[in-house]
């Protein structure tokens, strides 16, 4: 006979020691190793231009991982950036607690799938506005806006490309300084 694993729960997340790097998606704890350099130099060009975007316009708070992200499924994610409206900030608690506007993800080489699939699913059942794919090794992005219940895509830009957001107008910056190696 069949055993099945018992779902685990945002109660179980909580118990992990605070510096785990876990996420709870569909009731299974995923463990992650801390990210690699060049993953986290494409996070803080990407973070830094944001900031500078959300500061100068009062558009809202904007996060770097690790931060839980509690979606109303049960879920608890920590997406690598996170982005709140100024009109939605009530979410933002000890943790966020509810749907950002728009959830960025880094993928890395060894589960992109987690990325591409598994989270993009998550973030449209819970109605996250904007959800930007960043690739890497590839040097795109690929923004993606919910429509009926499902991604669709808007933009997919590469390293000589300038971004471009539905949720946040001119916001365009130019992804080769993303890209950079060093």
């Known amino acids: 006979?069949?055993?099945?694993?018992?779902?685990?729960t945002a109660e179980d997340y909580m118990r992990l020691p605070e510096e785990a790097r876990a996420e709870l998606i569909e009731g299974e704890l995923f463990m992650t190793p801390s990210p690699k350099?060049?993953?986290?130099?494409?996070?803080?060009?990407?973070f830094a231009g944001l900031r500078e975007y959300v500061g100068s316009r009062q558009a809202g708070e904007l996060a770097m991982a690790p931060l839980d992200v509690y979606?109303?499924?049960?879920?608890?994610?920590?997406p690598d950036l996170i982005f709140v409206r100024a009109d939605r900030l009530e979410i933002i608690?000890?943790?966020?607690?509810?749907?950002p506007d728009l959830l960025v993800e880094v993928i890395s080489a060894d589960r992109p799938e987690r990325d591409r699939i598994v989270k993009r699913d998550l973030y449209a059942r819970n109605g996250v506005p904007e959800y930007w794919i960043v690739?890497?090794?590839?040097?795109?992005v690929e923004v993606l806006v919910l429509?009926?219940?499902?991604?669709?895509?808007?933009?997919?830009?590469?390293?000589?490309?300038?971004?471009?957001?539905?949720?946040?107008?001119?916001?365009?910056?130019?992804?080769?300084?993303?890209?950079?190696?060093?």
């Open 1 to 8: 006979m069949l055993k099945l694993k018992p779902r685990k």
């Open 93 to 99: 608690q000890d943790w966020i607690r509810g749907v």
């Open 135 to 140: 690739d890497p090794e590839a040097r795109s």
């Open 37 to 46: 350099s060049y993953h986290q130099r494409v996070i803080g060009e990407l």
């Open 71 to 78: 979606l109303p499924s049960g879920d608890v994610v920590q």
């Open 147 to 182: 429509e009926s219940g499902r991604y669709a895509p808007c933009g997919y830009f590469e390293a000589g490309d300038s971004l471009v957001s539905p949720s946040l107008p001119g916001f365009n910056p130019p992804l080769e300084s993303v890209f950079r190696k060093k």
